[in-house]
């Protein structure tokens, strides 16, 4: 069973940052195959893609609400993705979630896409 776990989240105040990780774990699942999708669900709000990097080529897609703001990367010999925030704001309190999926076009809504359990970010004004 694959499992993905979200870490990095916290309280800080408006213009910190903070790095998420994304963490799989699993045997069988090859981390490089996959495109990995960062999700974020902020209270009485439907969940939002806020950024998505390629198992092939790393590109990288943003939400325009966070780009130029936010950074993801991964390093596939840890198994990791990364979401580095900076400048953050008060809209960007919600729970993130990271996803696995073949491509960044399907990771949202595809029935086979692996989600892993979110982290709380805070940003107090």
């Known amino acids: 069973e694959v499992q993905l776990q979200a870490s990095g989240g916290g309280l800080v105040q408006a213009g910190d940052s903070l790095r998420l990780s994304c963490t799989a774990s699993?045997?069988?699942?090859?981390?490089?195959?996959?495109?990995i999708g960062w999700f974020r669900r902020a209270p009485g709000k439907e969940r939002e893609a806020v950024s998505c990097i390629s198992a092939s080529d790393h590109s990288t897609f943003y939400a325009n609400s966070v780009k130029g703001r936010f950074t993801i990367s991964r390093d596939n010999a840890k198994n990791t993705a990364y979401l580095q925030m900076n400048s953050l704001k008060a809209e960007d309190t919600a729970v993130y979630y990271c996803?696995?999926?073949?491509?960044?076009?399907?990771?949202?809504?595809?029935?086979?896409?692996?989600w892993g359990y979110g982290t709380q970010v805070t940003v107090s004004s």
């Open positions: 996803a696995a999926e073949l491509s960044c076009a399907v990771v949202a809504g595809s029935p086979t896409t692996y």
């Open positions: 699993a045997s069988g699942f090859t981390f490089d195959d996959y495109a």
